[in-house]
């Protein structure tokens, strides 16, 4: 991964997504169809959760690329989006759609980590969440299941738990809390 600044058009929506995860995103709003028309001279663009700045906090962002895209029945845009990486937010500015771009520098975060370690029952509690979600089973063709940091990802994205909760994830908290608060959630279920 790269160090140097990169400016990339946001998209504002609290959501909650790591490297590898992967959402559908409906785009109605003539400024995020422009979005998504320039996106793959760009590199993607930012799913941008944090609108609030202040100083003692970071803003961030799910930096995504669009791995497929189709019609809704209704016949809006339906953009699946993959996160390739989390990336800290600075300077902004709107052009004159209203459009929001942000200079970008990538965050290095665990959730991209391999391992050949397993996470039995986590893992396969979260193959029998996607088997019984067709629009989640659609989405991720490859479930790397074998790799315990893809599995605490995709929990942490998918569980029910406060946003701020979740934010310490990106910054502040390690892989081995991640894996406790998802365990401990998952075992209470179970």
Not at 160 to 175: G, T
């Amino acid at each position: 991964m790269t160090n140097k600044t990169i400016n990339l058009p946001m998209f504002p929506l609290a959501i909650f997504l790591l490297p590898g995860g992967i959402t559908r995103l409906r785009i109605f709003e003539a400024r995020y169809l422009k979005m998504v028309g320039i996106s793959s001279t760009l590199g993607g663009f930012i799913i941008s959760p944090n609108q609030q700045s202040n100083a003692n906090t970071s803003r961030w962002g799910s930096w995504v690329e669009i791995i497929n895209f189709d019609k809704g029945e209704d016949g809006v845009l339906e953009v699946d989006v993959k996160c390739k990486s989390l990336v800290e937010l600075a300077v902004t500015e709107s052009d004159k759609d209203n459009l929001q771009f942000a200079d970008i520098q990538q965050i290095h975060h665990w959730s991209e980590k391999q391992s050949d370690t397993h996470l039995i029952l986590l893992a396969d509690s979260l193959l029998s969440l996607f088997e019984s979600n067709i629009l989640l089973n659609d989405l991720y063709h490859h479930k790397l299941t074998n790799n315990p940091y893809w599995v605490v990802s995709r929990w942490l994205e998918l569980l029910p738990i406060p946003f701020d909760v979740k934010n310490d994830f990106v910054f502040n908290s390690s892989y081995v809390e991640a894996k406790k608060l998802v365990n401990s959630i998952i075992s209470k279920e179970i």
